[in-house]
């Protein structure tokens, strides 16, 4: 199976999603193209950098993910191809895929070397269209680039561990559909700073003291239905590991949301202090 995977911030009115579903079938007819996100914020690599890594682990082994956010090859940002984890992962050398390279250490990167091998006035997606029908094939990474040993970071990806190790200062990286603010605090390094301790999620003025295992997870009785618990704040670890804000049964067009009852935006800071 020849899966190939899009994350894009070309959004949904124009033409640029259908034209690069049509260039990839052209080029690799019987590849299985899959559409993970095309609303990330212009430009967001942070937003970017978290859909792709909360979404391709559902993905089999040898899936290619192709990310078009911030594209432009420039003379800062070249651009890559990164076999990791078994899957391969075709981008600008922006900052991107930073968040995965802090967890697992890459198999190969190449800078992608192809440019004057496609015809003149050819786009950046059609450098990206060639190199990830020609990785879908199975062919090798030596073929499309240069290999090269490191990528670039952005340090807005990471949180960061205070020296006494009693506290964790993250930020919002990422605001979903229903208005709740992911954190970039990992579930594993609140357990491995924190070993064991309690500890309270602070944002602002606010603080939340416990960690819900589920949106719905609240104490019901014959007094209090969770009907009652509507609009409340909460605290969890969402599916792909990070800490999550969030209001009870949200919606940002009518009830409220995290970011609009909480005050919460992209970038806010987000503490978590030991006890």
């Not at 690069?20 to 019987?30: D, F, R, S, Y």
């Not at 914020?41 to 993905?59: K, M, R, V």
């Not at 029908?133 to 290999?147: D, F, P, Q, R, Y």
Request: a neutral charge; one cysteine or more; charged letters at 25%.
């Amino acid at each position: 199976m020849s899966i190939i995977t899009l994350t894009t911030d070309f959004g949904l009115k124009d033409h640029f999603v259908g034209a690069l579903k049509g260039k990839i079938i052209t080029e690799h007819p019987q590849a299985q193209i899959i559409d993970i996100s095309h609303d990330v914020d212009l430009f967001n690599i942070s937003e970017a950098s978290y859909t792709i890594n909360a979404a391709y682990g559902s993905f089999p082994k040898g899936s290619v993910h192709l990310i078009g956010v911030d594209s432009e090859r420039t003379t800062e940002n070249k651009h890559i191809a990164m076999q990791w984890n078994d899957h391969f992962f075709i981008c600008a050398d922006n900052g991107i895929l930073s968040i995965l390279t802090q967890k697992i250490v890459p198999q190969k990167i190449v800078e992608i070397n192809i440019h004057d091998r496609l015809p003149e006035g050819a786009s950046d997606m059609d450098v990206f269209v060639k190199v990830a029908c020609h990785l879908s094939k199975g062919g090798a990474m030596s073929v499309i680039g240069k290999e090269i040993t490191a990528i670039k970071e952005i340090n807005e990806l990471q949180a960061v561990v205070a020296s006494d190790n009693n506290s964790i200062k993250g930020s919002v990286v990422y605001i979903d559909h229903f208005g709740n603010c992911v954190t970039n605090i990992s579930r594993k390094l609140i357990q491995e700073t924190g070993k064991g301790r309690p500890f309270e999620v602070k944002f602002g003025t606010k603080t939340i003291k416990s960690i819900h295992k589920s949106y719905s997870d609240f104490k019901i009785s014959e007094r209090f239905t969770l009907k009652d618990y509507e609009g409340e704040r909460l605290a969890l670890f969402n599916e792909a590991g990070f800490l999550e804000i969030a209001i009870y049964k949200s919606n940002p067009s009518t009830v409220g949301s995290a970011t609009s009852l909480l005050g919460l935006k992209f970038r806010d800071t987000v503490t978590i202090q030991y006890k």
